[in-house]
């Protein structure tokens, strides 16, 4: 059975950073693409970051682009989030998703309905 868990959110104070790390326990993590996504109450799970497979391209939602990194270690089962200046808006619970499977457009890695697999979620709040 698949799993996933998150670790490293916490309290940080704005223009801080913090790393979130996605464990992800699958035989065959190397060909699974992996993403964050966030939200918060009230709202729809909102993309943050993707990395496909072979960790060869990555992709970021608006709001991060350019603060955010997503690595991924195929050795280790891991996907890593660098979140570095962060701002309150970036208050949020914070998903690990990972998905093996074909996707029949371009930019399925945005929906989070195409994850088959997800962790429990690991909060992150900035605030001073």
């Known amino acids: 059975q698949v799993q996933l868990a998150e670790s490293g959110g916490g309290l940080v104070q704005p223009g801080g950073s913090l790393r979130l790390t996605c464990t992800v326990s699958?035989?065959?993590?190397?060909?699974?693409?992996v993403a964050w996504f966030r939200q918060t109450p009230g709202k729809e799970r909102e993309f943050v970051a993707m990395?496909?497979?072979?960790?060869?391209?990555?992709y970021y939602g608006d709001s991060v682009k350019g603060r955010f990194i997503i690595s991924r270690d195929n050795y280790k089962n891991t996907a890593n989030l660098q979140m570095n200046s962060l701002n309150p808006e970036d208050t949020a619970v914070y998903y690990c998703?990972?998905?093996?499977?074909?996707?029949?457009?371009?930019?399925?890695?945005?929906?989070?309905?195409?994850?088959?697999?997800w962790g429990q979620g690991t909060q992150v709040t900035v605030s001073s």
């Open positions: 998703a990972a998905d093996g499977r074909y996707h029949t457009y371009s930019t399925w890695y945005r929906n989070a309905r195409e994850y088959e697999y």
């Open positions: 699958v035989p065959t993590f190397s060909t699974h693409g």
């Open positions: 990395i496909r497979a072979t960790g060869d391209r990555t």
